[in-house]
């Protein structure tokens, strides 16, 4: 495969779409801030899957930083990412610079409710207009067939999806299982950050999660489940943004009455840090559950 034209301006990104469109290919957009890793080119591999034609938008998006956050040492490396996307099957990346996206004196912003109250929104008030609005100029300046996000980010994907629904807006969302290292430390660009014994202690993460969840599943307290996945977090350095059961779809307070598919959500900080991660719970066989259990304790 070789390496993808790159695009960095609407009207360059708008000229390049025009005939694969008027031909009848679909398009399928990837959108990432860049960084990319294995967890990305996933995303890539399964957008090829769903349109004939791939779009990888490659932009660090300034207005879903905090002042205090990481904006300015986010990674960023466009020559490294389009090594890397040459051993994948995407046609064009849209690289455009911030004055692009946002003109002198934009003012609009869009916000999403349902799905983006609490979690993350309790840590991060500006995060997801900040999401909304950049997703939302993406899928209008490439209007593409289909979307594809992974779940790592499950809030976000959630956000998107009521964003897409309330706005009309003519795009199928597909989200993706999350990528994982060995250990099962969820890939993400910022696990750069960390040093290779705090890489190490992150997998604590997923382990307290994993063993959480297979509780949960088994019939047993919530609440007690999650206090024991919080002591063990804590106890290796971890401080605790969230850590909460909610309903999988509207990621509202989950109702065990219900026969409804839960999520495990948690953000968590290592070193500084910031490292956040989902799970699915599932009710489970005795045995499934016990091996899973035994699996990451």
């Known amino acids: 495969m070789s390496r993808p034209l790159v695009v960095s301006t609407v009207s360059e990104l708008?000229?390049?779409l025009r005939p694969w469109r008027a031909g009848g290919r679909g398009i399928a957009l990837v959108p990432t801030m860049g960084a990319l890793h294995e967890g990305h080119l996933s995303l890539v591999r399964k957008a090829a899957e769903e349109a004939e034609r791939v779009v990888v938008s490659i932009f660090v998006n300034p207005t879903q930083f905090a002042p205090h956050e990481d904006l300015a040492t986010y990674p960023r490396d466009l020559a490294s990412d389009l090594r890397k996307l040459e051993g994948a099957?995407?046609?064009l990346v849209f690289a455009p610079e911030p004055a692009e996206m946002y003109p002198e004196g934009a003012s609009t912003v869009i916000t999403v409710g349902g799905p983006a109250h609490g979690l993350e929104s309790d840590a991060r008030p500006h995060f997801f207009a900040g999401v909304a609005t950049v997703v939302a100029k993406l899928l209008i300046q490439c209007a593409p067939d289909v979307a594809v996000f992974?779940?790592?980010?499950?809030?976000?994907?959630?956000?998107?999806?009521?964003?897409?629904?309330d706005l009309c807006l003519p795009v199928r969302i597909v989200t993706l299982a999350t990528v994982r290292e060995p250990?099962?430390?969820?890939?993400?660009?910022?696990n750069a950050y960390l040093s290779p014994e705090d890489r190490d202690t992150a997998a604590t993460l997923h382990k307290a999660m994993t063993a959480a969840a297979a509780s949960i599943s088994a019939g047993g307290n919530p609440e007690a489940a999650l206090a024991v996945a919080r002591r063990q977090m804590e106890s290796v350095g971890f401080t605790i943004d969230y850590l909460e059961l909610?309903?999988?779809?509207?990621?509202?307070?989950?109702?065990?009455?219900?026969?409804?598919p839960a999520r495990l959500l948690a953000a968590v900080r290592l070193s500084g840090v910031r490292l956040i991660d989902n799970i699915p719970v599932i009710k489970a066989s005795s045995r499934d559950v016990t091996m899973a259990a035994a699996r990451y304790t």
């Open 183 to 190: 250990s099962g430390l969820a890939l993400s660009s910022r």
């Open 150 to 165: 992974g779940e790592k980010d499950f809030q976000q994907a959630a956000v998107v999806r009521r964003l897409v629904r």
């Open 89 to 91: 099957p995407a046609d």
């Open 14 to 16: 708008r000229a390049q």
């Open 246 to 260: 909610r309903d999988a779809e509207t990621l509202g307070a989950h109702d065990p009455s219900l026969d409804r």
